[in-house]
Structures are given as C-alpha cells and as structure tokens.
C-alpha cells in the first residue's frame, strides 16, 4: 500500500510520534522511509536598555541543530527496527520542502506531527501541517 513514506521531524514530542507511526506502517507494508528535517532560525534577544535586539543563530549552530534533530530521528527509527530508510536536512520553508521532498522521492504517503516547534505565527497564519495537507501529491497522515 506504502512504498515509500516521508516523515518530518522539529524534534518535538509530535514528531517522534510521527516517526513511531511511520516505522510502524513500514514493518507492516515493507515500506521505505524518507526523514525530513528543514532547520528553523530561533535565535536569542538580547535586551540593551529599551531595546531588545534578536540575535540569530550562527550558520554553524544552525546546521548542528539539524544534524542533532536528524540524528535523533534516525536512532529512533533504528530503535523501532526498521533499516531501509534515508535522512535529508533540507532548507527553506517547512511545508514547501517537505512537499518537494515527497514529490521528488515519489512518495505515498507523508507522516508528520499535527503540532510542532511552530510559534504563534504559525497559528495565525497556519500551520506547517496544514499547509503540507493542502499542497502533498499524496496522502497525508498528521499524528498527535
């Protein structure tokens, strides 16, 4: 049913379900899976007198989180013994590269949490799920 399956990790709690369900749906159809991470810039504000001035993360900081997030991710997938899988830090918004992710790896079906890291933003100009839904080539399951 489920050749190949995108899953899409922040590292957050919803995540790791996403991923649980995900290798729980390979071992049951043979199915090959695709980790995504696409890195996010929240940096710290630095507060000098009146004013408060964001100071973004570095690019080196940036990629090390990636790499902790993705590595993360494929230990967990290892845990839930599943080995036929691949792992990708992509950059750019969330929701349009995991979308390109999918169509790029022809893939069945994209797993990913219904909530993550996301901000306020994200609610009120929607979120990376909801986007991902209205724009995959193929099936999207959200996991809680």
């Known amino acids: 049913m ?20 995900a290798c729980d749906l390979a071992k049951k159809y043979g199915s090959k899976i695709h980790i995504v991470h696409t890195p996010q810039a929240v940096g710290d504000t630095l507060i000098v007198g009146y004013t408060a001035v964001p100071v973004p993360p570095t690019k080196e900081e940036m990629e090390k989180a990636g790499r902790e997030v993705i590595g993360a991710a494929e230990s967990e997938v290892r845990e839930a013994g599943v080995s036929d899988f691949t792992s990708e830090i992509v950059s750019g918004d969330p929701a349009h590269a995991i979308v390109e992710e999918a169509k790029g790896h022809k893939a069945d079906l994209i797993v990913m949490g219904r909530r993550g890291l996301g901000s306020l933003t994200g609610l009120l100009v929607g979120s990376t799920t909801t986007k991902v839904a209205q724009l995959a080539p193929c099936a999207v399951l959200t996991v809680k």
């Open 2 to 21: 489920f050749e190949k399956i995108i899953v899409a990790t922040d590292g957050s709690d919803h995540a790791r379900e996403a991923i649980a369900v």
